[in-house]
């Protein structure tokens, strides 16, 4: 139907009646008196349906304004609490709050026994603010609704949410339950509403009085475990673990008791509480996972693993998860088939980009590069983010491969693409000075500084490759030194310092700069630095001491090995 013949059909349907002024679009229902404007029985029904179709395909096609005044119209007309209550609804849906809080009224006066009209009813003046009107209101709800005054005190404060006034809901609620002290559910609300307004303490006086009245409330002894947990020294552990000693089925409360274990550390506490969860509820996807989680934190790999594998015969949501912690331990335990099974399996959520390349560097390790280097290529990024970790990953592979070529030619094609992009840059960077142009290196970084001028691993790169090759090694050292301001126990950068004082002839310093680097990580490019200073000031013994005890700890690596060649006597 066009706009234009739904216009008519207003007119016509709003305008035609005898003695029957119709309610022009947005105008108000009529005060209450006037509410109910009787119809020649003759023509009702045909207006009715009518209206009705009309009213419904406008809310069809989406224009609720023109629904609310077709039905608010039939409503005034019709005398049927069906109608009050589907005129009343579509005025709420069109957040014509006022018109809706008039129909709701005229709803009660021909239903004046209909509990759900008083509910709208004061549901609408919470709406409008209108807070005096509704506390009787609500006060009447409550007395008048015996059977079910527990659970409509539990639903109080989230029907006062709409008010966004939380001191201005906790008076209200205090008066509704003043009435009702032996009500456990009563003082369960009012400490609801005193923590929503910031009153802790008044909160946790409110539930300890519910669970006073209801000694095994489990859904209290939570809250009130929620509410004690901000306090400092909190009592929250001590009496949940009192809660679940008196009433052992209460899984819920001893589950948080775990959780809240393990935030504190208390892992042994912990594990015996998810072992008991685990007796009773052994196939429990939300118990077997934390149990897993907790075990391999405490390094009972066994354990973990273990559930990890039975997880993955439930229904659990996240069975990628369960396949990169697998594919985790399956490649620490050296079981590279295994991970890799695992971690292709990932195929989804957060670990996938990440399973996708831990994947790929067990097949670079099993000597299948291009297959590594296929898969990566396969593999979609959701977002720019994840397609420049793909693009990183896949040259990693090829640097380790001794592709190095390959790999900057990936690295440079994607820059094409994202000229600013950072990691990029500085990955392109190192890669550049790999196959032996220096002057690409140095102009990656510098562009790389212009977009971060305090990226700490740009600054140290440039200031080590022109100390490397022995350049303008003041810039360098300012280049370093402002690195390690922005990171100052890195241990690389040190490095990069102890080794640029080497190249100016500050021996002694560099020495001091290169055993702190060493201290702090005992990598072998470092240890060849250290000797080479050591060897720089005769101390040969000591030089072939540091790179043979570096050698057992890392053995066959080249830079060691190269070291320990020019040390031989």
């Known amino acids: 139907m066009s706009p234009k013949l739904i216009a008519v059909a207003i007119a016509l349907t709003l305008g035609t009646a005898p003695g029957a002024p119709a309610l022009a679009a947005g105008d108000p229902p009529a005060t209450s008196n006037k509410r109910i404007i009787r119809q020649n029985s003759e023509d009702l029904l045909a207006r009715a349906v009518f209206q009705t179709l009309l009213g419904e395909f406008a809310l069809r096609q989406g224009d609720v304004k023109l629904a609310a005044d077709v039905w608010t119209d039939l409503a005034q007309r019709a005398n049927d609490p069906l109608v009050a209550s589907r005129a009343t609804e579509i005025a709420i849906q069109a957040k014509q709050y006022e018109r809706a809080l008039e129909l709701s009224k005229l709803w009660q006066e021909i239903d004046p026994e209909s509990l759900k009209a008083r509910q709208t009813e004061a549901s609408l003046l919470i709406l409008t603010g209108r807070i005096d009107d509704v506390a009787p209101q609500l006060a009447k709800l409550l007395s008048d609704d015996k059977d079910n005054l527990a659970s409509n ?324 050292f300012q280049l370093i030194t402002q690195a390690l301001t922005l990171t100052p126990e890195d241990p690389f950068i040190l490095d990069s310092l102890g080794w640029v004082q080497y190249r100016q002839g500050k021996l002694a310093e560099s020495l001091l700069t290169l055993e702190k680097a060493y201290r702090l990580k005992a990598d072998p490019e470092i240890a060849t630095h250290l000797a080479e200073v050591l060897t720089a000031q005769n101390r040969q013994a000591d030089a072939r001491s540091l790179i043979d005890a570096a050698l057992k700890a890392h053995p066959g690596n080249s830079l060691l090995v190269e070291a320990a060649r020019k040390l031989q006597p």
Request: aromatic letters at 6%; proline letters at 5%; hydrophobic letters at 40%.
């Open 153 to 476: 005190f539990l639903h109080l404060n989230r029907m006062l949410a709409r008010l966004n006034n939380n001191a201005l809901a906790q008076r209200l609620i205090d008066r509704l339950a003043d009435p009702y002290g032996e009500l456990p559910e009563a003082h369960f609300a009012m400490a609801q509403a005193a923590a929503n307004n910031n009153d802790s303490l008044r909160a946790i006086a409110e539930i300890e009085e519910a669970l006073r009245l209801r000694t095994d409330w489990e859904s209290a002894a939570l809250l009130r475990a929620q509410l004690q947990a901000q306090l400092p020294d909190s009592p929250a552990i001590s009496k949940l673990q009192e809660f679940v000693t008196r009433y052992p089925a209460a899984n819920n409360a001893r589950l948080v008791l775990a959780r809240l274990q393990v935030s504190e550390k208390r892992y042994n506490d912990a594990r015996k509480n998810f072992e008991y969860l685990l007796q009773s509820n052994p196939d429990n996807p939300e118990i077997m996972y934390p149990v897993a989680m907790l075990a391999l934190q405490t390094g009972d790999t066994e354990s973990g693993r273990l559930q990890l594998e039975r997880l993955l015969q439930t229904d659990f949501p996240d069975k990628s998860a369960v396949h990169f912690l697998l594919g985790q331990l399956s490649h620490e335990q050296n079981q590279p088939d295994a991970a890799l099974a695992h971690f292709r399996a990932v195929e989804s959520g957060e670990q996938y980009i990440a399973a996708r390349t831990r994947a790929a560097q067990i097949l670079v390790q099993q000597g299948k590069t291009d297959e590594a280097k296929t898969m990566l290529q396969g593999t979609r990024g959701a977002n720019p983010a994840q397609r420049t970790q793909l693009t990183l990953a896949e040259a990693q592979i090829l640097r380790e491969a001794g592709r190095h070529s390959e790999a900057f030619g990936l690295l440079d094609k994607a820059l094409n693409e994202q000229p600013n992009n950072v990691d990029l840059l500085y990955d392109a960077a190192l890669t550049a000075e790999r196959i032996g142009k220096p002057e690409l290196l140095e102009s990656y970084l510098k562009r790389l500084l212009k977009i971060q001028p305090e990226h700490p691993h740009a600054l140290n790169a440039l200031g080590y490759s022109l100390a490397e090759r022995n350049i303008r090694l003041d810039e360098a």
